[in-house]
């Protein structure tokens, strides 16, 4: 079992930045490839960013491109989302989660662990 906590979100003004964190224990944090995802009201959880076990390769949603940045440090259980130049359309619960393999966590049906969300809201 692998539990999550993601932290660090809140409110901030368009074009702010935040940077969530998600902190993971049980089983052996490097392991695992990480996730983060997004759910605004009445849509869909969608694809965030994804990182694999070692910080080297890493995945993005075509909008966060050059935005958001995933990064993990293994000596602290924590995967990190960098968000810079927010816009309102990225007010959403972000969630982090875990995967053996970096090719699922990048889907939403695959991910073997989930946390609980963070808020982001983006004012205009």
């Known amino acids: 079992q692998v539990q999550l906590v993601e932290s660090g979100g809140g409110l901030v003004q368009s074009g702010g930045s935040l940077r969530l964190a998600c902190a993971a224990s049980?089983?052996?944090?490097?392991?695992?490839?990480m996730g983060w995802f997004r759910q605004a009201p009445g849509k869909e959880r969608e694809f965030v960013a994804a990182?694999?076990?070692?910080?080297?390769?890493?995945y993005y949603r075509d909008s966060m491109k050059g935005r958001f940045t995933i990064s993990r440090d293994n000596a602290k259980n924590t995967v990190y989302l960098q968000m810079s130049s927010l816009k309102p359309e990225d007010t959403a619960v972000y969630y982090c989660?875990?995967?053996?393999?970096?090719?699922?966590?990048?889907?939403?049906?695959?991910?073997?662990?989930w946390g609980q969300g963070t808020q982001v809201t983006v004012s205009s």
């Open positions: 049980g089983r052996t944090f490097s392991m695992y490839a």
């Open positions: 989660a875990a995967d053996p393999s970096v090719v699922d966590v990048v889907n939403r049906y695959k991910c073997d662990y």
């Open positions: 990182i694999n076990w070692s910080g080297e390769v890493t």
